[in-house]
């Protein structure tokens, strides 16, 4: 593990592997572009992709949709307790699905109200114990690419590759607007801009879990890289031959 003076690991230096990790932790803000890359290696690799946002999205969504209190913790985390969220299947290079009550509910759970109370949610210490375990469980069963804000910090610290995507935060909201407009959603990129800086703000000062690179993730900067490129560059350092 890395000593607190050496400058941190880099895509440039880290040491190439000869055969892909079978755990791929990777970790970064809104917008860096977790999502993305993860999928597209997800299906190169053949491997499984669990997008844990969509576990705290999922939970915020029923809680609002029960009509409770966001900030109410004892109750969101009686929530997140009970076995009412399950992740669907995961097939190799899906998308993470989630179902509540037994419904698929995941095309709801990118939605602005969802957006608003997330991180809320997803700071709350009970929320957290309650769904760590079921993340590390997925990850036992190997061949699988973790995407998160904690995952190489606290739910896999031993993951043998764990990779910290990061971008400015007006590349981040760049990336959203245009991703907003492909699906037909205008929004003002200030107003997308604003909202995106609140939400770092809360997922970096909170007490649990806060988002910070583990001390042994590679990070990559990848303002001014296309998806192509960051997929290609993350592609070498998890072992895939070119
Ligand atoms: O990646 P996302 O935007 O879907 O994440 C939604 C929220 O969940 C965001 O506030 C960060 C939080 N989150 C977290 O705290 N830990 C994770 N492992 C994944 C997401």
């Given at each position: 593990m890395r000593e607190d003076h050496e400058a941190p690991r880099t895509a440039e230096t880290a040491p190439?592997?000869?055969?892909?990790?079978?755990?791929?932790?990777?970790?970064?803000?809104?917008?860096?572009?977790?999502?993305?890359?993860?999928?597209?290696?997800a299906r190169q690799l053949g491997y499984r992709l669990v997008d844990t946002g969509m576990i705290y999205r999922a939970i915020t969504w029923l809680a609002l949709d029960r009509g409770l209190d966001i900030e109410d913790e004892a109750a969101v985390t009686s929530l997140a307790e009970s076995d009412r969220i399950a992740l669907g299947s995961l097939g190799e290079g899906d998308r993470t699905t989630v179902s509540a009550d037994g419904r698929d509910i995941s095309d709801e759970l990118r939605s602005p109200a969802v957006d608003r109370s997330v991180s809320y949610v997803?700071?709350?210490?009970?929320?957290?114990?309650?769904?760590?375990?079921?993340?590390?469980?997925?990850?036992?069963?190997?061949?699988?690419?973790?995407?998160?804000?904690?995952?190489?910090?606290?739910?896999?610290?031993?993951?043998?590759?764990?990779?910290?995507l990061d971008a400015t935060p007006a590349e981040r909201a760049r990336r959203r607007y245009l991703e907003l407009s492909a699906a037909g959603v205008e929004r003002p990129l200030a107003e997308i801009m604003s909202e995106l800086a609140q939400r770092d703000e809360m997922d970096r000062q909170r007490h649990v879990s806060p988002l910070k690179p583990a001390a042994d993730a590679i990070i990559l900067d990848t303002d001014g890289l296309s998806l192509e490129e960051v997929v290609a560059r993350v592609g070498e350092i998890i072992g895939i031959q070119p």
């Open positions: 190439a592997r000869q055969v892909p990790a079978s755990i791929i932790a990777i970790d970064g803000p809104v917008a860096s572009g977790k999502t993305a890359v993860g999928l597209k290696l997803s700071r709350m210490a009970g929320v957290r114990r309650a769904t760590v375990e079921l993340q590390r469980a997925f990850a036992r069963e190997g061949r699988i690419i973790m995407l998160g804000r904690d995952i190489g910090s606290v739910v896999l610290p031993d993951a043998p590759v764990k990779i910290y």
